[in-house]
């Protein structure tokens, strides 16, 4: 069955500090990947999605079919990157299955 | 555009009591989706739907019905309400398959 995994609940940086936040998927068929944020009192939003390859607010992730892995990644992480980071993947052409999130902290 | 809106904000029900979660969406969006998230999990899908008349069961769907009878509009029925369904509800939709999905505020539901 598909799952995701985002394997830490809560990641506090300083702020300036790489960011790292980890996704690992299980999937059968061919993966596509999402990462959601929700920031504090606002919807869940789409941040971005492997196959448009492009970086939002800084941040990229690469899809890595051998490791089953999408991580995110920022250089320098900033104070309004502090949110909810959700791991997703598509399955059978329009479902979602979703990680259990991972707090991002940045701290001053 | 308002988007995706969902009623109500808050609600406790008692075991065994029915009720029904709203949602509007004024994107014209064909596909619809509501999605359970229990603490500290992950969001499940319980229905989704292709377009008005069309509905079809996600992961999740034991305990409750859908019906999509507009294209703005896709509630969802909890019949008998149990504790395991208490949770937060989130109703999304997307244009298409494969493009973004939008989210609702969502629901925060207790039943005891």
């Known amino acids: 069955a598909q799952r995701v995994t985002q394997p830490e609940k809560l990641l506090s940086v300083f702020k300036g500090a790489p960011v790292e936040l980890k996704c690992n998927y299980s999937?059968?068929?061919?993966?596509?990947l999402f990462w959601y944020v929700q920031y504090s009192r606002q919807r869940l939003q789409l941040l971005l999605r492997?196959?448009s390859r492009e970086s939002i607010k800084g941040f990229t992730a690469d899809l890595n079919k051998g490791e089953t892995s999408f991580h995110l990644k920022k250089p320098f992480a900033q104070e309004e990157d502090s949110a909810m980071y959700y791991c997703?993947?598509?399955?059978?052409?329009?479902?979602?299955?979703f990680g259990a999130g991972t707090i991002l902290r940045v701290k001053s | 555009n308002a988007g995706v809106t969902q009623t109500p904000k808050f609600r406790i029900l008692k075991i065994g009591q029915s009720m029904t979660l709203q949602c509007t969406q004024d994107?014209?969006?064909?596909?619809m989706y509501w999605y359970r998230q229990d603490p500290g999990m992950g969001l499940k899908l319980i229905y989704y739907?292709?377009?008005?008349?069309?509905?079809d069961k996600g992961e999740v769907p034991n305990g409750y019905n859908v019906s999509r009878s507009t294209t703005e509009d896709f509630p969802l029925r909890l019949e008998l309400a149990a504790p395991s369904q208490t949770s937060v509800y989130f109703c999304?939709?997307?244009?298409?398959?494969?493009?973004?999905?939008?989210f609702g505020p969502g629901t925060r539901l207790t039943v005891t």
């Open positions: 492997h196959i």
């Open positions: 994107m014209n969006h064909n596909y």
């Open positions: 999304a939709s997307s244009y298409s398959s494969s493009k973004e999905q939008y």
């Open positions: 997703a993947l598509k399955y059978y052409g329009n479902k979602l299955v």
């Open positions: 739907s292709v377009g008005a008349g069309i509905t």
């Open positions: 999937y059968s068929g061919s993966p596509e």
